[in-house]
């Protein structure tokens, strides 16, 4: 009993270093030189990108084992994020290992099927445990900055009505970058929170 103090302070200055990181890399961006030749998504934006992804897939790893029986889907989780950080990272790594960065998401994705199909029994407490954590809020507005306001807000037709002669083709790409970045931001914050949540049914603890 008396561990559990010290554990919980443990997990709050992890938690709070994390999402100080995390600020200090979504603002990073706009402490650089100006430099009118420096590519927004290719370069400096994307790298933080894959940086908040893969940490994001190694928590999602990392917390498997302590979560029981739900483990494996968060080995899935880890899988799906991971194939993100490689989507984000393609020209990098296609330019290091000079193979196609799509021939990676073959294992990781049978790797995710084999999961799903051992333990699909699970699905019902993964689920229930993920919604009632506030986590969930977090990842609810990742999606929606990725699958909608980046969408929107990346188009050219709409900041070339919004801005008329001052329309620049960079503008719609470097507003859609940054609206990437912060969901990468909130997605890391939502799956602290999930992953560091104190268990009772943790099978790493001991007795």
Known sequence: MKEAPEKTWKQALVSAALVLAGSFAILFPAWLPDKPNLPTEEGIVEGLQLVLLLTTSAFWFGAAHPAGKVGPFYQIMGAITLSSALGEGDDLIERTTHFAVEWFFIPLGIY????????????GAFINEFVSRPAAGFFASAFMLIFVLARFLGTSLLWKASLGENYHPDVPQTVEAYLELLASYLLLIGTIGLCLAPRSHDPTELD
């Open 112 to 123: 995710s099927l084999i999961k799903f199909k051992n333990h699909r029994k699970h699905l």
